[in-house]
């Protein structure tokens, strides 16, 4: 009795010495405790991660009726088949605009200024007039709408681009074959090549449209200013591209690294038109294949638009087929410091070179801000209080408190120089490729000075403020900007740097970058996060769970990136299982 008090004191002691709350609970198990989900639980959720929905009461009375020892296999063929069913497509669509946050394609004073479709406006005869709906250009005659009311105007039928399968009259020479015509000074006028009215571009007055009017467009400029309107609003489809792109991926099981280093995209009509008069404009010859009719190829598309002309489809295509100045190859490199010969392109990748993406960030370091966050889940914030840097000297990359987060950016920036805006009118200057195709840049295009020309509304006081030689951003010396204006463009990460812990291979453009995320590895434990969160519910912390992260990476990359095989992976998780 007396040895049974002495251990009860001692113990009491060695509790109040230490931690007394710790005495009265039980030892701590490393096992995890077996409270997985039931069955139907299970369904309920991989339903709702795939499809956004609960599944109906069926499926529930189904696997139940299944013997308990079959039910895993009944779990993974459900899991099969709605990954293969439309609604995880369109799943993936909403997927894509939460990860790809790309803002709104409204850029510009006025909704559709700034960004028009570069085409010329083909308007409508109302249903009163002598020719019903058939479609005329403004530059026939002094009143364009009078074309409506001529007795006996010149007309063509013709199978539009924006409408396969159909045909549309229209009136006047926008339906002939004309493809030049002669300005007042006598000399030749591309008729391939529009030009900026006030919000509205036109081609030149008696220019035909083009085979099957691809230089012409039944909408004014980009339309409204919103992108609401998925079928009447061709503003919304640069928006819909990066969202498309990553369900097309998931749908088709490709890797999802071909967001930043793909040389392909999917698009509607609306949009691929728009990628093949940016080559036009940029200086490309046409387009000589059917790129809008979707029944003389084979190439994959959504599952929402099985039909094979449907004009509304997302269909892939390579970038170079529709626009040659956003080349296919993945090696090009170049380096406008030793020539003063233009590049051939720019290297097509993914996301990165889309025009939704670039111009709805209108700038290189914003650019290269929100391409961290998307696809490296960097994250910019104030330095703390107390922190100290160098006396800012002209370049916010190597002084200053800007430093924090500029040391980051500038060298991701330099990806970036090669879209801007400009060329076209006054009115309408639409986005370009500097140093590309028949935009080159001369000292006036840098000197700041405005107007420099009759000829051009270039960015160049922008460039001027921004592109400072012997800047981290700009690593071009004084002496080499004078000898050639377009070193100033330098778009390839020198040897001598670093981001996240990686150097580029020399790659020029977006292209170098999406390979610099693919080689630091932040891609993919990027790509983890975003989907561990989406599928199972909650965000990895990587500062206390950065060796789970780690094996649920080296996972995803033993899949090929691809998303349906990691998805079924997580969801074979205890955490997935458990409900966690």
């Known amino acids: 009795m007396f040895a049974a008090r002495l251990g009860l004191i001692s113990a009491l002691f060695a509790c109040s010495a230490f931690a007394q709350d710790q005495c009265q609970k039980p030892p701590v198990s490393t096992d995890p405790p077996k409270d997985l989900l039931s069955d139907t639980r299970i369904l309920r959720r991989v339903s709702l991660a795939l499809t956004g929905i609960t599944p109906p009461v069926s499926k529930y009375e189904a696997l139940v009726a299944v013997p308990a020892a079959g039910r ?6 459900e899991i099969d088949a709605l990954l293969a069913s439309p609604a995880f497509y369109e799943q993936m669509v909403r997927f894509g605009h939460d990860w790809i946050a790309v803002p709104a394609y409204t850029k510009g004073a006025q909704g559709d200024a700034y960004q028009g479709d570069m085409s010329g406006h083909l308007f409508r005869c109302g249903g009163a007039t002598a020719h019903p709906g058939a479609f005329y250009s403004v530059g026939e005659n002094a009143s364009p709408g009078a074309q409506c009311e001529l007795p006996a105007p010149e007309m063509n039928m013709v199978e539009p681009w924006w409408a396969p399968g159909t045909m549309v009259t ?18 030749a006028v591309d008729c391939g090549v529009a030009n900026g009215g ?37 503003r919304r489809h640069p928006f ?67 039909t094979p002309d449907d004009p509304q489809a997302w269909r892939e295509f390579t970038v170079a087929a529709l626009n040659p100045y956003l080349l ?35 700038r290189e370091r914003v650019r290269a801000a ?72 001369t000292p006036a295009w840098v000197s700041g000075q405005y107007p420099h ?42 040897p001598s740097y670093s981001l996240l812990g990686a150097t580029s291979d020399g790659t020029m453009g977006p292209l170098g970058f999406g390979k610099l995320l693919m080689s630091s590895g932040a891609f993919d434990q990027c790509a983890v996060r975003k989907m561990y969160s989406r599928f199972v519910g909650r965000e990895l912390d990587p ?38």
């Not at 006030?198 to 200013?225: E, Q």
């Not at 910019?380 to 430093?403: E, N, Q, R, V």
């Open 72 to 77: 895993a296999a009944a779990l993974d063929a």
């Open 170 to 187: 229209v009136l006047g020479k926008a339906g002939s074959a004309v493809t030049t015509v002669m300005d007042t000074m006598g000399r």
């Open 198 to 234: 006030y919000y509205d571009p036109s081609i030149p007055g008696g220019c035909g449209c083009g085979p099957n009017l691809v230089w012409c467009s039944p909408l004014s400029g980009l339309g409204a200013g919103s992108n609401h309107d998925l079928f009447n609003s061709q």
């Open 240 to 306: 819909e591209e990066p969202a498309r792109l990553l369900a097309h991926l998931a749908w088709h099981d490709r890797p999802l690294s071909d967001l930043i280093v793909g040389n392909y995209s999917v698009g509607t009509n609306w949009l691929r038109a728009l990628y093949v008069r940016q080559g036009r404009q940029q200086g490309a010859t046409d387009v000589t294949t059917t790129w809008w009719k979707g029944s003389t190829d084979a190439s994959p598309r959504d599952p929402i638009h099985p």
């Open 328 to 362: 296919a190859s993945r090696d090009y490199k170049f380096d406008p410091r030793t020539t003063t010969a233009a590049p051939e392109g720019l290297p097509a990748a993914g996301v990165l070179t889309m025009m939704g993406s670039l111009s709805a960030f209108p």
């Open 370 to 441: 929100r391409f961290l966050e998307m696809f490296a889940c960097s994250s910019f914030s104030p330095p703390p209080a107390t922190a100290m840097f160098p006396p800012y000297t002209g370049d916010p990359a190597t002084g200053g408190t800007c430093l924090h987060c500029h040391r980051a950016l500038d060298p991701a920036a330099i990806f970036f120089k090669r879209w801007d805006f400009g060329a076209g009118s006054y009115y309408v200057p639409w986005p370009f490729m500097p140093g590309i195709g028949r935009f080159r840049i």
């Open 453 to 494: 020309s009759a000829a051009d509304n270039s960015p160049g006081f922008r460039w001027k403020n921004a592109f400072v030689p012997g800047t981290v951003m700009t690593p071009t010396t004084p002496a080499e900007a004078m000898t050639n204006a377009e070193a100033l463009l330098l778009d390839t990460m020198p």
């Open 543 to 580: 500062a206390v769970e950065g060796a789970y992260l780690d094996t649920l990476t080296r996972e995803f990359v033993a899949r090929d990136r691809k998303l349906k095989p990691f998805v079924k992976y997580l969801f074979t998780q205890p955490e997935f299982r458990r409900g966690l």
